[in-house]
């Protein structure tokens, strides 16, 4: 079961029991589809992603967020990504994608 984060309220859900055990992936799939189906967000922890490189992740969202927004816009995709398309509707807001150069600096 899902335990709810003490910050607002978002179901926590923890990956680690599908890695000791490939029976429990079934209740995480279950607790993912709950979260997103009762508030729309959930967070994860045993996920096994070493906290230098999401620290470096908070860290590069926070300056990117800080942007003045002329500036963010200088980054903004050129063609849509399927990921934008929901529900056969263009879901339009802020985001930032990480991609593994980001990974690869936090090493």
């Not at 990117?64 to 339009?92: C, G, N, Q, T, Y």
Request: with cysteine.
């Amino acid at each position: 079961m899902a335990v709810k984060s003490t910050v607002y309220d978002i179901p926590l859900i923890d990956l680690q029991p599908q890695f000791d055990n490939p029976v429990a992936e079934a209740e995480i799939v279950k607790q993912i589809a709950d979260a997103c189906a009762s508030s729309g967000f959930f967070a994860v922890r045993g996920h096994g992603i070493p906290e230098k490189i999401i620290e470096h992740c908070w860290q590069v969202s926070h300056d990117f967020f800080s942007l003045a927004e002329a500036e963010k816009l200088k980054m903004k995709f050129k063609k849509l990504d399927i990921s934008l398309l929901v529900l056969r509707k263009l879901m339009w807001f802020l985001t930032m994608r990480f991609y593994c150069k980001l990974v690869n600096d936090c090493s």
